[in-house]
């Protein structure tokens, strides 16, 4: 919702060099008043392509802003918590923090607190993943 840097950008252009897809839902206009109703088209739209998405990736990495409430973020944490792709960033100062914490630690995933270590980690991890992939590569 903007309150947040946009740090989906700074992340793709970390790993641009890497032989993979990122799949980013943040939209450069998206219109907040948008109601909030499945029988919405572009809606229905959207959380259609961000939930099949995260079906398919590899990996999904998460970061909780301390400028943001992150409804969303909070609600896909705990769909994918067991599923063991994801990582997740919560600095200090997340209003919710304490959830993510807790959700975390119950299931074994992986929490930072700081973004540039959530990037390395990450950039890590598509490594692993390329090489399982592409042993000769």
């Not at 992986?110 to 990450?122: G, K, S, W």
Request: proline content about 4%.
């Amino acid at each position: 919702m903007g309150k947040a840097p946009d740090w989906q950008a700074a992340f793709a252009d970390k790993i641009a060099s890497l032989p993979m897809a990122a799949f980013i839902p943040r939209r450069i206009r998206w219109d907040d008043s948008l109601e909030q109703d499945i029988t919405n088209r572009t809606l229905r739209h959207q959380i259609h392509w961000e939930m099949t998405n995260l079906d398919k990736a590899d990996f999904i990495i998460f970061y909780f802003h301390p400028n943001t409430i992150s409804a969303v973020t909070l609600m896909e944490l705990g769909r994918y918590s067991q599923s063991g792709k994801i990582i997740v960033c919560c600095p200090e100062g997340y209003h919710r923090r304490g959830n993510v914490q807790y959700l975390c630690g119950k299931d074994n995933v992986l929490l930072l607190d700081d973004f540039d270590e959530l990037v390395e980690t990450a950039i890590a991890k598509a490594e692993e993943i390329l090489k399982r992939e592409n042993p000769s590569a």
